[in-house]
């Protein structure tokens, strides 16, 4: 069973930092690129950052690049993401996901097959 499980989320005030954490099961992980997405109530899912198998090339969207780091531990079969500066429209659920469709652009939901549960991050102004 492919599981990923997301941790580290939490109610923090704007300008301040979150670690999340997604640990993978087994074979979910290797080789793949690994993605975290967020969603805010009444808006679509979008894409936040992502990182190759190696580590050695990641992705940002716009809206958090300087402020946020993906990274992952391929030993321990877990992806971070650490979130500083965060502001209120930063509050959504985050979730971890395996890309498994390479033809796309790397910020399309379909193209990750593999999701978590999803944490909370609530940024108060």
């Known amino acids: 069973q492919v599981q990923l499980v997301e941790s580290g989320g939490g109610l923090v005030q704007a300008g301040g930092s979150l670690r999340l954490s997604c640990a993978a099961s087994g074979r979910t992980f290797s080789g793949y690129v690994m993605g975290w997405f967020r969603q805010a109530p009444g808006k679509e899912r979008e894409f936040v950052a992502a990182i190759s198998w190696s580590g050695v090339t990641t992705y940002y969207a716009d809206s958090v690049k300087g402020r946020f780091t993906i990274s992952r531990d391929n030993a321990k079969n877990a992806v971070d993401l650490q979130m500083n500066s965060l502001k209120p429209e930063d509050t959504a659920v985050y979730y971890c996901?395996?890309?498994?469709?390479?033809?796309?652009?790397?910020?399309?939901?379909?193209?990750?097959?593999?999701w978590g549960q999803g944490t909370q991050v609530t940024v108060s102004s």
């Open positions: 996901c395996r890309r498994f469709d390479y033809s796309g652009s790397i910020n399309l939901p379909r193209g990750y097959d593999y």
